[in-house]
């Protein structure tokens, strides 16, 4: 991947000029600016970023320029690029399960805050980890609906184990907190509202005042229909917080990912044939930056161009649209309406794909050659 010096006007700008073969991630900061100011803003807590949704340097960078001071890392590596990129910024390393050489890493590199949902990792965090000035988060997961897939699958303690992890915190002498996740793409404010009241229902059974509340990430893009009303979301989180914990409201704290960067990249990708013209095989696939069509579902913005930069503007056909590689789950689900019009050489705009994109890239059947772009907007 390589970030190239030509800041474009838009994808179409781009689309016109070079054709590019290979597929291209571009990149707008001024959207990840406005949207990072727009939590800063609005979330009534601290925002953080959870850099594993797209770790980019350019990102990171912008964000710190935009005012995010904190990242939610899950890894030595992610550790130690956030500290070589933002020396004062607050590291969450909110991975709850690590090698005890991955907990010694983040010791020496300053990490003041981490989760944890079991007791085997608890005892691990007491026995390597000074208290002092540290917090220890406890994660909790509920059987609640509203995400496009389910993070309690893998990480988050039962209430009732939860609480009884806060109270060995407490106990040994760290600042008790507590975190959940209510799952990526959560479009349902609800969500949040019956973590955060589980939240105070915990700390009062532990007879633990939690410092700090982490409501993770899960804050929705914009993949289909009308863009997310993220303020309504955050009144919520707002409200649900006053009337669930009284005067002992704690800290809060966010960690978007996908809410905060996916809207600032939109990906550009190439018709390499119409098999007899019908199946668009495309230049990237779900090895590439489309990796999450499967499990999210097809993203509905979606743009053509000609190779001249114009916009195919005929009535939508169903198609079939598989990626490059020889594997045959290599497709997008179902049939995406493409404009009728669309012929070979075309190009296929998908907007809001900056998250879990670039990150996730392989290079299965040799490709995935992802270039990244920087344009002023992401618009026409
Ligand atoms: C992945 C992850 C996030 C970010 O999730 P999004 O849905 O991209 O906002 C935040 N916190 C933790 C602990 C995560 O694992």
């Known amino acids: 991947?390589?970030?190239?010096?030509?800041?474009?006007?838009?994808?179409?700008?781009?689309?016109a000029h070079r054709r590019p073969a290979q597929p291209v991630l571009v990149f707008a900061p001024s959207v990840l600016q406005a949207t990072a100011r727009r939590f800063i803003r609005g979330f009534p807590g601290l925002v953080t970023y959870a850099v594993k949704s797209n770790p980019e340097e350019a990102v990171i960078d912008n964000l710190v320029a935009a005012g995010v001071r904190g990242f939610d890392v899950a890894s030595p590596a992610e550790i130690d690029l956030v500290r070589r990129l933002?020396?004062?910024?607050?590291?969450?390393y909110n991975n709850p399960v690590r090698g005890r050489d991955e907990i010694a890493h983040a010791v020496a590199a300053g990490v003041k805050s981490w989760s944890v949902d079991a007791a085997s990792e608890l005892e691990k965090l007491i026995e390597m980890v000074p208290a002092e000035g540290c917090e220890i988060s406890v994660r909790f997961k509920l059987p609640v609906a509203g995400a496009a897939y389910d993070f309690g699958a893998k990480f988050g303690a039962e209430p009732a184990r939860a609480g009884e992890l806060l109270a060995r915190v407490a106990q040994a002498g760290f600042r008790a907190s507590l975190t959940f996740h209510p799952g990526t793409q959560c479009i349902d404010p609800m969500a949040w509202e019956a973590y955060i009241r589980t939240a105070a229902e915990i700390g009062r059974a532990a007879g633990v005042e939690i410092a700090r509340l982490n409501v993770g990430g899960g804050f929705p893009s914009h993949r289909t229909g009308p863009a997310p009303a993220l303020e309504e979301i955050f009144a919520r989180i707002e409200r649900a917080s006053e009337e669930?914990?009284?005067a002992?409201?704690?800290?809060?704290v966010c960690e978007p990912g996908r809410g905060l960067v996916?809207?600032?990249?939109?990906?550009?990708?190439r018709v390499k044939a119409l098999r007899d013209g019908a199946q668009v095989f495309l230049n990237?696939?779900?090895y590439g930056a489309l990796a999450e069509m499967p499990l999210m579902g097809n993203l509905e913005r979606i743009e053509v161009y000609s190779p001249e930069g114009l916009r195919r503007m005929a009535a939508p056909v169903g198609r079939v649209v598989f990626g490059p590689t020889c594997d045959s789950v290599d497709r997008l689900p179902?049939?995406?309406?493409?404009?009728?019009?669309l012929e070979e050489g075309d190009f296929i705009v998908f907007h809001g794909l900056g998250a879990y994109s670039t990150a996730t890239n392989t290079h299965f059947n040799g490709f995935g050659q992802l270039e990244i772009a920087t344009a002023m907007t992401l618009g026409r």
Do not use: Q, Y
């Not at 970030?3 to 474009?8: E, G, H, M, R």
């Not at 933002?86 to 969450?92: E, I, Q, R, S």
């Not at 179902?334 to 019009?341: C, F, H, S, T």
């Open 1 to 15: 991947m390589g970030l190239s010096k030509t800041i474009w006007t838009n994808p179409a700008e781009l689309i």
């Open 86 to 92: 933002a020396p004062g910024a607050a590291l969450h």
């Open 244 to 246: 669930a914990f009284g």
């Open 248 to 252: 002992a409201r704690p800290v809060l």
């Open 262 to 269: 996916a809207d600032a990249f939109s990906h550009v990708t």
């Open 284 to 286: 990237d696939g779900v």
């Open 334 to 341: 179902g049939e995406v309406p493409l404009p009728g019009d």
